[in-house]
């Protein structure tokens, strides 16, 4: 059995040290979540209506937004904006502004999606019946739509936690950066040790994101 | 904006387009055959082989693929399993993929009515054929949106490789910022550059959808 590196893990608080960095991942990615959804709810509420001058606007900034990397979006704020306007962002709140762009982008297609594939007889039935604009979406409408912008939504969350990796790339001290410097501080004790950090960091992710998507899933199952 | 400096540094990005172009096709190539043998095991419910491939698809859907990039290209090397920069981002790009494909394939081919394989079967196509001319067809056509969303994805998550040190978009600018300091027109150049790449695929992706839908639909 070769050496695989894996008791630097359980020297000192390297452990720890690694959870913390998940911590930071997570903490980022709960920030632009929270907003995503907020600002993409009433985004993509807006955009059933707008029309004009706003949407080719909105499209545009969605379409670019959608089709760029998140790494380069991070390079454009975390390098351009800072170059071009002379402020001074860590690399922390670079992160949560691109995230928070992104998912806001992805979170109004969602909620626009959702609304869009309730039938019109729902509303039709629903005045029919004698219920106003208001009761119409409390009661028929939003019900109906949660259900379809759940599953979905939550598996953005995943995505969200995924991406968070990037940010080592603008500086973040996160779950990489720390494997980096604990298999730095190894190097002559354990030579192996970026066997045993990378897989643990592999793991720690794992442990991060199946849960959600779990249970994306399994919402998915008992609401169709 | 620095107009020649512009000039001057279109070829090195061309170059860094086209290894992201080359090792993308062959990653994502990759990754449809990886999604199409799991696709089908996943469905078919192979004993043993279907726990693997699950297991492999939730793996490889619910890590980062930086983190797969420096497992394979840093980790891995510990234990004797040594490959280059450019071996390395396409078998990440096809750990990645294929997982996200997979579940595509999977669903399209759960999407086909069971009443299709029996009317196969009782015109006596065999196993082979029925997925060959019934099967397959079908789901590749329900599947499509989500194909063409893969192949974006992940032409998109290329721009991790310059963390494994290949010369891809990403490290070019990245090595102009640090050089030359020339941060808007480098920046610039990788927009314009992805996007190059990218809005082709995207336009392209959307007719084939089109085109898909009508095949399933017959009109």
């Not at chain 1, 020297?11 to 995503?36: E, F, H, M, T, Y």
């Not at chain 1, 004009?52 to 380069?72: A, D, H, N, S, T």
């Not at chain 2, 082979?128 to 998109?156: C, D, E, G, H, R």
Request: a positive charge.
């Amino acid at each position: 059995m070769p050496d695989l590196g894996l008791e630097v893990l359980w020297k000192g608080k390297n452990l720890i040290r690694l959870l913390g960095g998940l911590g930071i991942a997570l903490r980022i990615s709960l920030v632009s979540v929270l907003i995503s959804i907020g600002l993409g709810t009433l985004l993509g509420m807006v955009r059933r209506k707008e029309k004009g001058l706003p949407k080719v606007i909105m499209r545009l900034y969605l379409e670019f937004i959608r089709i760029m990397p998140q790494l380069v979006l991070l390079f454009l704020v975390y390098f351009g904006t800072t170059r071009s306007f002379g402020w001074d962002l860590s690399g922390e709140t670079a992160a949560v502004i691109v995230f928070s762009l992104w998912g806001t982008a992805e979170m109004s297609d969602l909620v626009r999606g959702a609304l869009n594939s309730i039938p019109v007889h729902q509303y039709e039935s629903a005045e029919a019946l004698g219920l106003w604009e208001k009761q119409i979406y409390r009661y028929v409408i939003l019900p109906q739509a949660v259900r379809r912008l759940l599953p979905p939504a939550i598996n953005l969350v995943t995505r969200m936690i995924k991406t968070t990796s990037l940010v080592l790339m603008i500086g973040v001290v996160e779950v990489l950066k720390v494997a980096q410097q604990i298999i730095e501080a190894n190097r002559m004790s354990s030579p192996n040790a970026a066997f045993g950090v990378y897989l643990a960091v592999f793991v720690i992710y794992f442990c991060a994101c199946w849960p959600v998507s779990l249970a994306a899933k399994k919402l998915e199952r008992r609401w169709r | 904006m620095d107009w020649k400096f512009i000039a001057e540094y279109i070829p090195l990005y061309q170059e860094a387009a086209a290894l992201t172009v080359k090792i993308g096709i062959a990653g994502i190539a990759a990754a449809i055959g990886t999604g199409l043998v799991c696709g089908m095991i996943g469905y078919y419910r192979v004993p043993v082989l279907g726990r693997i491939v699950s297991a492999y698809v939730e793996l490889s859907r619910n890590t980062p693929l930086l983190i797969q990039l420096f497992f394979i290209y840093y980790g891995l090397p510990k234990i004797g399993i040594r490959t280059d920069a450019k071996a390395c981002g396409m078998a990440g790009l096809a750990f990645l993929g294929g997982g996200y494909m997979a579940e595509t394939f999977r669903s399209g081919i759960e999407a086909v009515d069971a009443i299709q394989e029996e009317s196969a079967c009782s015109l006596g196509l065999n196993k082979v054929q029925t997925i060959w001319y019934v099967i397959l067809p079908q789901a590749l056509a329900v599947s499509m949106p989500a194909f063409v969303a893969n192949v974006i994805f992940l032409l998109k998550e290329t721009s991790v490789f310059s963390a494994v040190s290949l010369m891809d978009l990403m490290f070019t600018a990245k090595d102009l910022i640090g050089i030359y300091y020339n941060t808007t027109e480098s920046l610039f150049l990788l927009v314009i550059f992805y996007l190059l790449i990218l809005l082709p695929v995207s336009v392209l992706g959307s007719i084939l959808e089109r085109r898909a839908r009508y095949a399933g639909f017959g009109t």
